[in-house]
């Protein structure tokens, strides 16, 4: 069973504040959505066509995301509300995704003896700094600056006294641009950069393997065509591209990325009922009064 975080009510300076995991990311989101669209129906006469969907696994592949858009994969949609906190801005788009594994398999030897082995771990650190150096020159966008790219999991070796025999490092990469060709262009460039490195390996009898994610995609560009809301562009990723059959995307939320999945994750009370707010005018730019558009 998952750990369990309770979630804490504070008033700070007469605001009041409610704290715990996944209150921004994203219990907030969920918690508004279904404030602001009781709210809306309770102000219409007519019957809109407004359904609501919670998926699991988003953080790890979207799987609950996909399962959904395999179901419904002869249904279209003509418009979705996605939350993630955005600040309270209507997101103008955010980053694709490009996910790598480094893997290297070498030859093991007592440290003493390095020449009798083959360190996995020295060609992984040469890739990582190849890498490293190769970041200012990927793709970039007006709108949303530069791709990026972080090395965030290392794995390699079994004891200090040993040569590694094998390492590997998982690589995320955050694309900043939109069009169709963006992943293979970015792909080519990681390739063409570890190339060497991957020739020499097996000049010395080990193997670098390069492996790309399956779940691409370039910069989703979203719709932002609602008076009133701010726009702004953010930089992670979501499970829009996960849902393809959708016409009009929409990303919005309360709070900031950077306190999600952190112990100082919160919300204030006025944060919460401007979100909902902001959703019913959402609803309302979708739904005009006495519509009954789908």
Do not use: C
């Not at 359904?51 to 609950?64: A, D, Q, R, S």
């Not at 190849?130 to 999991?153: D, I, Q, R, V």
């Not at 990303?251 to 979100?275: M, R």
Request: no cysteine; glycine share 10%; proline share 6%.
């Amino acid at each position: 069973m998952p750990p369990f975080y309770p979630f804490e009510r504070r008033e700070e300076n007469g605001t009041v504040f409610h704290y715990g995991r996944g209150t921004v990311d994203a219990k907030g989101p969920v918690a508004t959505m279904i404030v602001a669209s009781h709210k809306f129906f309770g102000s219409r006469s007519d019957t809109p066509r407004l359904g609501m969907l919670f998926v699991v696994g988003e953080e790890i592949g979207g799987t609950g995301m996909k399962a959904f858009a395999s179901y419904a994969k002869n249904t279209t949609f003509r418009a979705a509300i996605f939350g993630e906190p955005t600040e309270g801005k209507l997101a103008s788009g955010h980053k694709g995704s490009l996910g790598l594994t480094l893997d290297v398999k070498g030859k093991s030897a007592h440290s003493a003896y390095p020449w009798l082995g083959v360190s996995a771990v020295n060609y992984l650190a040469e890739a990582i700094v190849a890498l490293n150096m190769l970041e200012p020159a990927l793709p970039k966008s007006e709108l949303l600056g530069a791709t990026t790219l972080n090395t965030g999991l290392i794995r390699g070796g079994v004891a200090g006294n040993v040569v590694a025999e094998a390492a590997n490092a998982s690589v995320s990469i955050r694309i900043a641009r939109s069009e169709d060709d963006a992943v293979a262009v970015v792909r080519e460039m990681v390739t063409g950069i570890l190339s060497p490195l991957v020739a020499r390996a097996k000049e010395a009898n080990a193997t670098f393997s390069l492996i790309f994610s399956n779940s691409t995609y370039p910069a989703p560009i979203l719709d932002t065509d609602v008076e009133g809301l701010e726009v702004a562009p953010v930089f992670y990723g979501t499970d829009i591209p996960s849902l393809p059959q959708v016409e009009e995307r929409y990303l919005f939320g309360t709070g900031t990325i950077e306190v999600a999945h952190t112990p100082n994750e919160g919300l204030s009370q006025d944060e919460l009922l401007q979100a909902a707010e902001a959703y019913g005018l959402i609803l309302r730019s979708l739904f005009p009064t006495n519509s009954t558009a789908s």
